[in-house]
């Protein structure tokens, strides 16, 4: 499975509470800030009740040598 970088774009200030809690169960305190997570159907979900405030990128896995 790939990885998703999202980043925090618009404030959630006047946004519903949940969506707030969203946002910080992903990590995302500071706009313009970008975490990694990984692409499965839970983060996807939490993604699609925020599309409005973040931007996603999917990321290649890296190799490890």
Known sequence: MGKLRVTY???AIGYARDQKATLAA????RLNQSVLKPDNPSVRGMLFK???LVKVE???DEVQA
């Open 9 to 11: 774009v618009k404030s």
């Open 26 to 29: 992903l990590g995302l305190r």
């Open 50 to 52: 925020i599309q409005h």
């Open 58 to 60: 999917e990321v290649e």
